[in-house]
């Protein structure tokens, strides 16, 4: 057995960008894009200033988060340990872009599918060594081959002083550094000036030198510039917000019904039988829709469920929105044939598949294992008090068109659920986690995204709340206020979420 890493003598590189060459050479990689490049930072003042290099790629984890989350096995191990990938698998979901702490995959914009560095297997095969190590001129990149104990690289690995990037991911990385200044390996304690003096185009996702403030304090954790390195697009945006909220909206409507269920009406035709599966059934698609569209390769979704790698929560989520949409199915039947016994059977895993269906995604940010602000605990029961908002919300929107029973059960749903995201959001806010995690919540909250999460708050949170407290001390019936007050949840919701994702994704990986 054989497993292959790379041992990078920082020591030795000159930043020649020869292997960054090679490498677009070799596997003919367009424009904008790179599967193994090298990064400058410079440490200390003039005149005691110096620069440094390392080499950015694949790390060829032992246990690669990118294999666990691709729903489509594109991404594999091969014989020699080499985690490689398979171009007619991808669906391009972008999902291993962001489960990879080392920013190492892509999406290639020739052929819509994730791609990174593969160590050259193809020359591996043919016992030729990888592009990158044959042109580098100092011999700073070096093969290892960690099965086998005479491998003079392994050695030396053993003996000297070396370091892996984000070794607290516990990814089991097979990319040793030699000689590598750790403000290089950890991208959180660097920072890029303003001054014009980068050497690539950067985007909003670069973090900037701040400026000092009237005391000539900056970021405390901020001990070097970026001189060089590469742009990285935000991978997931507002339409996986929306799809947060569209299955949101889908799960909390059939929980709503379930609870109209276990107060006695059963027997409410329309308002319980068929308009919420009916409501459900649609935003179900809509989900669909957007979770399709966000593909990279649309055309590939079927492979979902014809390739399956069931340890992908994409994958399980598919299935679970597959189940609930077939009980939402069955229970508009019975509605119909207006039978409310069938619909007391169904109401437990109506209200099972609902709760799933809205919450399931935590488990899939879980997985995310780049984005530590998604690995909160609190995640799942954040996603299924949203669900109980939206669900109280789009009941409270049918009561204007049609009779609801149990009117004010439902306005005190909508504030009990608002309650619960207000408190928990307010716990995670608090949270003095990682480092990763507190600049995430730092762009939230102060940063870039601060707009959307603090509209998102007043229109999620604030507004509907005063909307349900006055209708349910005025004692009065009139359902407007209420529904206003759900439309407004429903797009702070949206706002929201989609400061949560972005936030995720603001912290530099590389």
Not at 94 to 104: E, L
Not at 421 to 431: D, I, K, P
Not at 454 to 483: F, H, K, T
């Amino acid at each position: 057995m054989t497993r292959l890493g790379f041992l990078l003598d920082s020591d030795s590189c000159i930043g020649c960008h020869a292997c960054t060459i090679a490498c677009k050479s070799e596997h003919d990689v367009p424009l904008g894009v790179n599967r193994t490049w090298v990064k400058y930072i410079e440490t200390g003042t003039f005149p005691d200033a110096s620069r440094h290099f390392s080499v950015m790629r694949c790390n060829q984890c032992e246990d690669a988060p990118c294999m666990t989350i691709c729903p489509t096995n594109a991404l594999f191990r091969a014989d020699n340990g080499v985690v490689d990938f398979q171009d007619d698998n991808c669906i391009g979901c972008k999902s291993c872009m962001n489960a990879c702490p080392y920013d190492a995959l892509y999406i290639n914009p020739e052929t819509n599918t994730a791609q990174k560095c593969n160590f050259c297997n193809h020359r591996v095969e043919m016992d030729l060594a990888p592009s990158c190590v044959v042109v580098c001129p100092t011999e700073a990149i070096k093969v290892v081959d960690f099965d086998d104990p005479n491998d003079a690289n392994l050695k030396l690995i053993g003996r000297e002083d070396v370091a892996v990037r984000s070794p607290e991911q516990n990814t089991k990385p097979k990319v040793y550094y030699k000689g590598a200044d750790q403000a290089s390996l950890d991208p959180t304690r660097t920072k890029i000036s303003a001054d014009g003096m980068i050497w690539a185009d950067t985007t909003a996702n670069h973090r900037r030198l701040p400026e000092l403030d009237e005391h000539g304090h900056g970021d405390p954790g901020v001990v070097a510039r970026t001189a060089y390195t590469t742009s990285h697009k935000t991978t997931w945006d507002r339409m996986v917000s929306g799809y947060l909220v569209t299955k949101a909206i889908a799960g909390g409507i059939m929980l709503m019904a379930t609870l109209m269920i276990v107060l006695g009406h059963a027997d409410e035709q329309a308002a319980v039988g068929v308009v919420p599966p009916m409501v459900a059934g649609v935003f179900l698609a809509i989900t669909g829709v957007l979770l399709i569209g966000d593909l990279k390769q649309p055309g590939r979704f079927l492979f979902l469920l014809t390739r399956s790698n069931f340890s992908s929560w994409l994958v399980k989520g598919a299935y679970v929105l597959g189940a609930f949409a077939a009980v939402c199915g069955l229970w508009w039947i019975f509605g119909l044939a207006d039978v409310p016994n069938a619909l007391k059977v169904l109401a437990i895993p109506a209200a099972l598949l609902g709760a799933a269906t809205a919450g399931y995604t935590a488990f899939l940010f879980a997985q995310c294992e780049g984005r530590d602000l998604w690995q909160t605990p609190l995640l799942l029961p954040l996603l299924l008090a949203r669900a109980v908002v939206a669900g109280s919300a789009a009941y409270a929107v049918l009561d204007v068109f049609m009779a609801i029973p149990s009117q004010r059960a439902v306005w005190w749903s909508l504030l009990g659920g608002l309650a619960a995201v207000a408190f928990l959001t307010w716990v995670e806010l608090q949270s003095h986690g990682s480092r990763h995690v507190e600049l995430a919540i730092a762009s939230m909250t102060t940063g870039d995204q601060k707009q959307w999460f603090r509209l998102g708050n007043i229109l999620g949170l604030v507004l509907p709340a005063l909307c349900a407290i006055v209708a349910l001390a005025g004692g009065g019936d009139s359902p407007i206020l209420v529904a206003l007050g759900g439309l407004s949840a429903v797009v702070g919701m949206w706002l929201s979420e989609t400061a949560f994702v972005r936030a995720g994704q603001s912290v530099p990986l590389s």
